[in-house]
């Protein structure tokens, strides 16, 4: 007798072990999902029995997307994206469904096969995109709002086709009229479930809300979160509608309240988890028997897939007045097949609309076409800059613009990334009347801050052109003020080629990533959790006694174990001083190793800085970045060597390093 825990174990071990594998490759987890359950599926190594209950637990996945959906569900700024989702969005959809009915009635099929297909193909992958957009940091840019647009529409699609799909059923059953009374009856239902969100839903979500609040119980919170979700997902299966637009609807409701980040917070891990397992179950479902003796026929549709959605967005992107380079990105981003789509085929298939000889060869290029999704999508750029001369155009004079205003600049600040850090810095430069340029992705952000006289402009800090025009090569620091290890990797990697003595503090959210920073070339990494603590404790310690001297004291020894570049600045004697004798506080001297110098090829140990009371706290080599300094360091030509120490102890050690021993 097999054991029921058995096939459960499987399932755990081979997503555990394809998520870690694709988080290492940089992929999205969804596509190490899809790739377990083609493996341990029923068509493949078996292990996994294709059950109903398996199929109704992976349902709760797409239950729970659903619902996060729906909280993001903001009707203010759906309607300030209005013209993208309703008019780019809806024309998108229906181009798609038109184009494969068109095809699929040439191939000799039926209309209903050809809406189905449509409907599901017509859909793209927003956890991809997202995901993709996100981490390339171009959410905000002008192809990442029309794809963000076309995607929030594509997600408002599907609820409709999953309420005309068992009509479309009914009508394969020969009953004509019956199939116009259910979609009549599914149009009424629509209507009156959108009349229950809009007039009556929040009313009653709110106050309810309010009382499970008050009885400040996490337990009871969460418990409540997951009795109005499946409660209204079942609520719509009785109604005859589906458990996603149940689902949808709960989290729009309460959306409308202020326990909207708190619900999101609560559910997540339900939702990750669950939809995980939607995407396995997914992946049972292709059939590598049908895919291997349909080869031709899945490739032809992959690559029609691909070719006809992209020609079809990047169409649609220029008779909205986009430019040929933003269409193109656009495309790309959106030319593969959706999760979505999974979920229509799996309906239709349920129900018989959709014979397996059919449905296994689109199912496998859909599979396939997210697989190429992330690759599509990270070399768009490239693509877009090779084939697309009015996208050379667009950037030199974008770069023109930045080079325009910080011509005249040396030793200002580069701030990467205008939000509230970065907004906060720059008032805090202005105070102490620091030059600085501030780059961003925002275009509202940067229209309102540069009306006000802000020093802002448009451009991605990753890329070497825009560094280099905001004025790397004579700017005194870099701030990363964004926390995105990704990007910022990027613009380290620009700066150790460009200028390696260049000082760059970055921001980041954690100390994850800090080795992996200063190894690529940070000086320092902030990090808000550690900072925050470090508020936290302070505060604390004054309500309950502690003199203020006594906590800036303990901030101040944290900070300096924490902070290589704090080290030295605030003990000792000069702590009392006041009589403005700065040339007795520790600073940071930078010094490049140049041609002639009396260092080259000496150790740290022989040129003893150490006598001179100066600390050698970082060596910077373009080939080995990050280098720790020891005694049996060989320096050499180009090397960058930071230095701390006073004014006076420094400037003897910069004569021993560039001249020799000093007289």
């Known amino acids: 007798m097999l054991n029921p825990l058995q096939p459960v174990l499987v399932l755990l071990a081979f997503a555990v072990l394809a998520v870690v594998v694709f988080r290492m490759l940089r992929l999205p987890p969804m596509l190490g999902y899809l790739l377990a359950g083609v493996i341990i599926g029923p068509h493949a190594l078996g292990w996994i029995p294709e059950t109903d209950e398996t199929r109704h637990l992976a349902e709760f996945g797409v239950v729970f997307l659903m619902f996060s959906i729906g909280l993001e569900f903001s009707l203010p700024k759906l309607l300030a994206m209005k013209r993208i989702v309703f008019g780019f969005g809806t024309v998108q959809v229906i181009v798609s469904i038109v184009l494969v009915m068109a095809i699929v009635w040439m191939l000799g099929l039926d209309w209903r096969i050809g809406l189905v297909l449509g409907g599901a193909l017509a859909m793209s992958s927003t956890a991809i995109v997202i995901k993709m957009l996100a981490e390339r940091a171009e959410l905000n840019s002008i192809h990442g709002r029309q794809v963000i647009g076309v995607l929030l529409f594509q997600d408002l699609a599907v609820i409709p086709l999953l309420i005309i799909i068992p009509a479309l059923a009914i009508e394969v059953d020969g009953d004509t009229n019956d199939f116009s009374l259910m979609l009549a009856i599914a149009i009424f239902k629509i209507i009156t479930v959108l009349t229950f969100i809009l007039f009556l839903g929040h009313k009653l979500m709110r106050p309810w809300f309010h009382l499970v609040a008050r009885q400040k119980s996490s337990e009871l919170f969460v418990l409540n979160v997951l009795l109005i979700t499946l409660g209204l997902a079942w609520l719509t299966e ?369 040129i003893n800085l150490a006598s001179l009371a100066v600390e050698v706290t970082a060596v910077r080599r373009r080939n080995i970045r990050g280098l720790m300094p020891t005694d049996e360091t060989r320096l050499e030509l180009g090397d960058v060597i930071v230095l701390r120490g006073t004014q006076d102890n420094l400037a003897a050690a910069e004569i021993r390093l560039l001249q020799g021993e000093i007289a």
């Open 238 to 606: 009785l109604a005859g509608l589906s458990l996603a637009l149940g689902a949808f609807l709960a989290g729009m409701l309460i959306s409308e309240t202020e326990y909207r980040y708190q619900v999101e917070d609560d559910i997540k891990p339900f939702r990750d988890i669950l939809l995980g397992l939607f995407f396995i179950t997914i992946g049972m479902l292709l059939d590598m028997q049908v895919v291997i003796e349909s080869f031709l026929w899945v490739f032809v549709i992959l690559v029609a897939l691909i070719l006809l959605k992209m020609v079809v967005i990047a169409g649609l992107s220029r008779w909205y007045g986009t430019d040929s380079g933003v269409a193109v990105r656009a495309g790309m981003n959106l030319a593969h097949a959706g999760e979505f789509g999974f979920v229509l085929l799996a309906q239709a298939g349920v129900m018989g609309l959709i014979e397996s000889s059919v449905l296994q060869p689109v199912l496998a290029a859909m599979v396939l076409s997210m697989f190429v999704a992330p690759f599509l999508i990270e070399y768009s750029e490239p693509v877009v800059q090779r084939f697309y001369g009015s996208e050379w155009m667009y950037r030199a004079m974008q770069i023109t613009s930045i080079a325009a205003q910080t011509m005249v600049a040396q030793n200002h600040v580069i701030i990467c990334g205008y939000g509230r850090s970065g907004q906060s810095m720059s008032r805090i430069l202005e105070q102490e009347s620091i030059p600085f340029i501030a780059l961003d992705l925002d275009p509202q952000r940067i229209h309102e801050a540069a009306s006000a006289g802000e020093s802002v402009v448009y451009g991605d800090a990753a890329r070497r052109e825009v560094l280099i025009a905001a004025g790397l090569m004579r700017a005194k620091v870099l701030v990363i003020s964004y926390a995105d290890t990704v990007s910022a990797l990027k613009i380290l990697r620009h700066v150790q080629e460009l200028r390696p003595e260049l000082s760059v503090v970055v921001r980041t959210r954690d100390d994850s990533d800090i080795d992996l920073l200063k190894a690529a070339g940070a000086t320092e990494v902030v990090a808000e959790i550690m900072e925050g603590s470090l508020m936290l404790a302070s505060h604390a310690m004054m309500f309950v006694d502690i003199s203020t001297g006594r906590i800036l004291r303990r901030i101040r020894e944290i900070r300096e174990q924490r902070y290589s570049l704090l080290r030295g600045f605030y003990h000792g004697a000069t702590d009392e001083m006041e009589d403005g004798s700065e040339s007795l506080l520790p600073r940071l001297l930078t010094i490049t190793i140049i041609p002639g110098a009396a260092a080259i090829n000496q150790t740290l140990g022989n």
